[in-house]
T-cell receptor, first 113, second 115 residues
Framework: TQLLEQSPQFLSIQEGENLTVYCNSSSVFSSLQWYRQEPGEGPVLLVTVVTGGEVKKLKRLTFQFGDARKDSSLHITAAQTGDTGLYLCAGYGGGTSYGKLTFGQGTILTVHP | DTGVSQDPRHKITKRGQNVTFRCDPISEHNRLYWYRQTLGQGPEFLTYFQNEAQLEKSRLLSDRFSAERPKGSFSTLEIQRTEQGDSAMYLC?????????????FGPGTRLTVL
C-alpha cells in the first residue's frame, strides 16, 4: 500500500512569514502533484513535478521533488491571507496502479493578517 | 474553458435511500475518476474509467456502490441503501492519459449528507 505522509497537519502563521510543507513516502512515484482546496470546493492543481530533483516556482511558491522521487516539499515565501487553505500532495504511478492518485492527509494553512 | 462539472452540489438523503451523482469531465479527457473525501482528510480513490471501461476499483467501493460511464463521456456514481457512514464529499476528476504525469483536474464535488 502506498502512503504519503504530509506534515505539518496544521499551520497557523502571520502574514509575511515563510513556511514549508513536507510530503514523504517510502514509495517511488512517477510524478507528484500539489493541490490547494478551499472549503466546499474541489482541489485545484497547482503544479506537477516529474523529474527527481526538479524545482518549480509559481510566484511565491516553490515546489521540489526529491532526488529519489519519494518526497516533495512546498515552500511559501512571505505568506499572504489569500494563501489560506488546505494543501494536498498527491503521488501518481508506482506499484501496480497507473490510474489513481494517492493523497496525503493535507496541511491546513491559516495566514493571519 | 469548461472544467469538470458535478451535479448536484449538495444532496441530503435519509438512510436507506438510493442516490445518484453525475460528473461531466473536460471534453477531450479520456480518463474519469471518482474519489471520496471526509472532513480533515485527503481524497481517497474509489474507481476510474478509461473511455467507457472501468479499469480499477478500490476496496472502499462496496457492493452498494456502482459507477458507469456508458458512452465514454459523462459518468454516474450510484449509492444504494445509503448509510450514515457514506456522508462525505464525492469528487470527480478527469485527465488525458499519458505516461508519467496524469494531471487530474477536479470538479467542485457533491456533498452527501445521510441522516
Amino acid at each position: 500500500t502506498q502512503l504519503l505522509e504530509q506534515s505539518p497537519q496544521f499551520l497557523s502563521i502571520q502574514e509575511g512569514e515563510n513556511l514549508t510543507v513536507y510530503c514523504n513516502s517510502s514509495s517511488v512515484f512517477s510524478s507528484l502533484q500539489w493541490y490547494r482546496q478551499e472549503p466546499g470546493e474541489g482541489p485545484v492543481l497547482l503544479v506537477t513535478v516529474v523529474t527527481g530533483g526538479e524545482v518549480k516556482k509559481l510566484k511565491r511558491l516553490t515546489f521540489q521533488f526529491g532526488d529519489a522521487r519519494k518526497d516533495s516539499s512546498l515552500h511559501i515565501t512571505a505568506a499572504q491571507t489569500g494563501d489560506t487553505g488546505l494543501y494536498l500532495c498527491a503521488g501518481y504511478g508506482g506499484g501496480t496502479s497507473y490510474g489513481k492518485l494517492t493523497f496525503g492527509q493535507g496541511t491546513i494553512l491559516t495566514v493571519h493578517p | 474553458d469548461t472544467g469538470v462539472s458535478q451535479d448536484p452540489r449538495h444532496k441530503i438523503t435519509k438512510r436507506g435511500q438510493n442516490v445518484t451523482f453525475r460528473c461531466d469531465p473536460i471534453s477531450e479527457h479520456n480518463r474519469l475518476y471518482w474519489y471520496r473525501q471526509t472532513l480533515g482528510q485527503g481524497p481517497e480513490f474509489l474507481t476510474y474509467f478509461q473511455n467507457e471501461a472501468q479499469l480499477e476499483k478500490s476496496r472502499l467501493l462496496s457492493d452498494r456502490f456502482s459507477a458507469e460511464r456508458p458512452k465514454g463521456s459523462f459518468s454516474t456514481l450510484e449509492i444504494q441503501r445509503t448509510e450514515q457512514g457514506d456522508s462525505a464529499m464525492y469528487l470527480c476528476a478527469s485527465s488525458l492519459a499519458s505516461a508519467g504525469r496524469n494531471e487530474q483536474f477536479f470538479g467542485p464535488g457533491t456533498r452527501l449528507t445521510v441522516l
